[in-house]
């Protein structure tokens, strides 16, 4: 079974600052995916990374996967009370696409 | 934009009662997903279809649920009987192919079992 975890489970910070959420696995996936949840709706889809390495920017938010794609890493430059939301990572398997997702991080960004 | 359609978006049941929940694909997409997400967790797979066959269900506690995509386009998935653990978000996906797509999400029914 392959597992993902995602850290911290819950950040609280001032509108303007920075911060990082952290996927992490012992598993090898074929792709990584980034979703945001807003309450009581369902996933949608930020990013999509592939290859390790690889580092995707979509304005304020950059994504990046490990070398050994069992990782991966969102940072947020300069957050607005937008971004809040829940963060959701989910790793597609070699199988075919199958995902299993993070736990998740639920960011507050208070202005 | 198309969307995938999901229905109710609320369900209050009593446990040992049946429920449903059904879901409508964005068109044209053969691969239908549902998955469970209880309050604080990540989405756990429950069932995969492509068309109308059953390609994963290895998550699906089959001794209560059932789900059922009989023409390949929208989607049940069954109850019977409700427990209290069942109390979650039930959310449904497709997306064009079975490997290498998106998933679009709908916006899910939220489960109370009392």
């Known amino acids: 079974t392959q597992l993902l975890e995602q850290s911290p489970q819950f950040l609280s910070i001032q509108e303007g600052e920075n911060l990082t959420v952290y996927c992490n696995s012992s598993?090898?996936?074929?792709?990584l995916q980034w979703y945001r949840q807003e309450p009581g709706e369902g996933p949608v889809l930020l990013v999509t990374v592939v290859t390790g390495g690889e580092v995707k920017k979509l304005k304020r938010l950059t994504f990046q996967f490990g070398d050994a794609r069992k990782d991966s890493s969102l940072h947020i430059t300069a957050a607005q009370p937008g971004d809040t939301g829940l963060y959701l990572c989910a790793g597609e398997g070699a199988a075919g696409n199958k995902l299993t997702f993070g736990g998740g991080t639920r960011v507050l960004v208070k202005p | 934009e198309a969307e995938v359609a999901q229905s109710p978006r609320y369900k209050i049941t009593e446990k040992s009662q049946a429920v449903a929940f059904w879901c409508d694909p964005i068109?044209?997409?053969?691969?239908l997903y549902w998955y469970r997400q209880i309050l604080g967790q990540g989405p756990e797979l429950l069932v995969q279809f492509q068309d109308e066959s059953v390609v994963d269900d290895s998550q699906l506690p089959k001794d209560r649920f059932s789900a059922e995509r009989l023409k390949g386009v929208d989607s049940t998935l069954k109850i019977q009987p409700a427990e209290l653990g069942d109390s979650a978000m039930y959310l449904c996906a497709s997306s064009l192919g079975f490997r290498g797509y998106e998933q679009y999400f709908g916006p899910g029914t939220r489960l109370t079992v009392t």
């Open positions: 068109s044209g997409h053969a691969t």
């Open positions: 598993s090898v996936f074929s792709s």
